[in-house]
């Protein structure tokens, strides 16, 4: 049955409903419309995909008496939706598919986007709002991630989340800082949570950027932006791995954080590691320079700031030296980059919502991030650095045969600490895992109990109205 458009705008009562196209699925009705709301001229006005699952709604009464309107089934999983999408994805591939292989990924990611912001349905899931997922259906690729980090860095597109958006230039930390920053934002949250772990770290740098005119990465990190360098990353990853297991070692409630830990898979990957560093060290060039010494002193900063302050915002004292140490590698002076840090950190205190690091990064990873946080991305950068310098012989070299030396006998000394700590953990561990396990039971078991007694009551209740008429 075609779509009823007077009907639909009738009983909507404030969006103007426009269809260009209609297909029928099996007896099932599916539309692409043009949406317009007269209050909001600037709506996006691209074609959206709907379904007679859209406009099957039921009125009914809530408990305050007052009239609401429900839909009845939910298009989100109508398989007629979805095989019209896949239609129009077919379309778009036999029109355009010849000249997006011609162009190359990126090209052709950028023309995608072109073509959906000037309005143009190619199978989205609604108007003119693009996944890279949908991208990688359109080109019949793998998502093409590695492409889009690539228009990133050459800032010619952007990602929100997933979804394709115009770059914006405008003050951003590393890709690296800011990943680690969200997720400890998001993890209490659950993760994953783009919206806050984004909104966050867009907030510190809109401080930042409005009250000291820094507009871009590069002014704050150099060559660090947008992407941290191998040689830094190596030096970071290792100084965080040396600060958890110094903390570990040391406190019980350290220790607690590492209860779902993978404590025994972590001390396996630091082993191999030590053994793709060997094979590297042998074979780069031999550079002598101060880095070499900053694993261990940067480690040293992270666990014995002196100039950590509760009462006022500041950076967990992982990140703080990081970014001191992005923002003042060379020399290294030390005195200049805690100078920035403080300048920064007086910015965000003066004119951002925070009373205290505590507040903004919440309380289990200030004045420490917490531990399972930190080990898990120290491990990840130090592997990430690692995998660069085998796959390009340019990062190896840059890296030199003093610095893979130090890290290879960082390994060496690291692994065995957290196997040891894997072993003085493990009974903690199973029991802490066994409890989070019967917590999830007794709560799934509460939310069902409460659910069929709500649907008990529901159905007493309608008999009672049923006999009052």
Not at 55 to 78: A, M, P, T, W, Y
Request: glycine letters at 6%; aromatic letters at 10%.
């Amino acid at each position: 049955m075609p779509f009823d458009i007077k009907k639909i705008q009738e009983e909507d009562g404030f969006l103007l409903y426009t269809l260009v196209r209609e297909w029928e699925h099996e007896g099932h009705d599916v539309g692409l419309f043009i949406l317009e709301n007269p209050d909001v001229p600037d709506m996006d006005k691209s074609p959206s995909p709907m379904c007679e699952c859209d406009f099957d709604v039921e009125e009914k009464i809530d408990e305050n008496g007052r009239k609401c309107r429900l839909q009845v089934r939910d298009s989100h999983k109508c398989p007629h939706l979805a095989a019209f999408r896949e239609l129009c994805r077919q379309e778009a591939r036999e029109k355009y598919g010849d000249a997006w292989r011609e162009m190359g990924v990126k090209e052709a990611i950028l023309d995608i986007h072109k073509r959906v912001k000037a309005g143009e349905y190619l199978g989205t899931i609604w108007g003119g709002t693009i996944y890279l997922q949908t991208v990688g259906e359109l080109l019949d690729v793998k998502v093409p991630w590695a492409e889009a980090d690539e228009l990133f860095e050459e800032e010619r597109l952007q990602l929100h989340g997933a979804i394709l958006a115009d770059y914006v230039q405008y003050l951003r930390f590393p890709k690296e800082l800011k990943g680690l920053m969200r997720y400890v934002i998001e993890v209490p949250l659950g993760w994953p949570n783009g919206e806050a772990g984004d909104g966050f770290v867009g907030s510190l740098c809109q401080l930042i950027e409005e009250n000291t005119g820094t507009t871009h990465g590069r002014e704050l990190f150099g060559d660090d932006f947008p992407r941290i360098r191998s040689e830094r990353l190596l030096v970071l990853g290792l100084a965080l791995l040396r600060v958890v297991i110094e903390r570990a070692e040391k406190s019980r409630a350290v220790r607690k954080e590492l209860h779902f830990s993978s404590l025994d898979g972590y001390a396996k990957h630091l082993a191999e590691t030590m053994e793709k560093l060997r094979e590297l060290e042998s074979s780069a060039p031999y550079k002598y320079d101060t880095r070499s010494l900053k694993p261990h002193y940067l480690a040293h900063l992270m666990l014995s700031d002196p100039t950590l302050d509760t009462t006022r915002f500041r950076f967990p004292r992982e990140v703080r030296h990081a970014l001191s140490y992005l923002m003042h590698e060379d020399g290294p002076d030390w005195d200049a980059a805690e100078r920035s840090m403080l300048k920064m950190e007086q910015v965000i205190a003066m004119y951002g919502r925070w009373e205290s690091g505590g507040e903004a990064f919440w309380e289990h990873n200030y004045p420490h991030l917490s531990a399972g946080e930190a080990v898990q991305f120290g491990l990840s950068w130090l592997m990430s650095a690692v995998k660069s310098a085998e796959a390009d012989s340019d990062v190896r070299d840059r890296i030199g045969r003093n610095l893979l030396w130090v890290a290879m006998n960082d390994c060496r000394k690291l692994a065995p600490r957290y196997a040891k700590l894997h072993k003085r953990l493990r009974a903690w561990q199973f029991l802490a895992r066994k409890r989070s396990y019967v917590r999830m039971r007794v709560s799934i078991w509460r939310w069902n109990s409460r659910a069929k007694l709500q649907r008990l009551k529901d159905r007493i209740a309608k008999k009672f109205r049923k006999g009052k008429e």
